[in-house]
């Protein structure tokens, strides 16, 4: 009878620690299905950065691209009002072609100041924004994986094992709460890529305005010498 209630005892606390090992492995599963949820989460937001950084730099790239075009234009129709000067000598002439050649190189850093502003500013913003982020939400969630592993190892399972599950239950709480707000906060941080875009374009748009005035301004400058045979 006494042995009997002994093999009892010993098969129920036997069950009983069957049961909260399960405990634990649930943890343990919990934990690593969370962290590769929100590591293929984290994923995504990456490919959808990388697309948004690619796309405002082909936009850019554009823009660019449609100055080029004007420039070389007005300048071709102010070579034309060169060739067809008339009463001006040959030396003169002659002149005011090599100060075009010089103007035509200060116009040239005019749209180099331009794309290279408009660069800086987007790629400081492709860097500093989101990446650092990722980055640091990526290490937080991996430590979630070993979560089980380290509160055991920090708390006295045999002795106190409730304290142990309900650190396990602070810590689920606090990585799922990361998830959600740290899934938002970095699809914000994509999203403000848009507002550096905008401002990058609209100074490109500036530039290239003043561009064009300075550019209009040298030639009419130039124009000038042949008005008086470069008197
Ligand atoms: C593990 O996740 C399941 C499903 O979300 C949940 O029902 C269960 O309570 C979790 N277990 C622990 C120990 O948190």
């Known amino acids: 009878m006494f042995a009997k209630f002994i093999l009892v005892t010993v098969l129920v606390q036997l069950a009983c620690a069957q049961q909260q090992f399960d ?101 400081y913003d492709s ?27 920090r708390n006295n399972a045999i002795a106190e094992f409730d304290a142990l599950v309900q650190e396990l239950d602070g810590e689920w709480e606090y990585y799922q709460t990361l998830a959600v707000s740290f899934g938002d906060f970095l699809f914000d941080e994509i999203l403000l890529h848009a507002n550096v875009a905008d401002r990058v374009y609209r100074e490109l748009f500036e530039c290239r305005e003043t561009a064009l005035e300075l550019q209009q301004a040298d030639h009419e400058y130039i124009l000038g010498y042949l008005d008086d045979n470069c008197a």
């Open 23 to 123: 405990v634990l492995v649930e943890f343990g599963t919990n934990f690593s299905t969370l962290a590769l949820e929100t590591q293929n989460e984290i994923a995504d937001l990456y490919e959808f950065n990388g697309e948004i950084i690619r796309e405002f730099n082909r936009e850019l790239l554009l823009e660019l691209g449609r100055m080029v075009p004007a420039m070389r234009e007005a300048d071709s129709d102010f070579q034309a009002q060169i060739d067809s000067a008339d009463g001006v000598d040959n030396d003169c002439l002659e002149y005011v072609r090599e100060l075009r050649e010089l103007f035509l190189l200060f116009q040239n850093w005019d749209v180099q100041d331009c794309a290279y502003y408009a660069h800086v500013d987007l790629q």
């Open 127 to 153: 860097v500093n924004r989101f990446l650092p982020y990722a980055i640091t939400f990526l290490s937080e969630n991996t430590r979630s994986i070993s979560q089980v592993v380290e509160s055991f190892g």
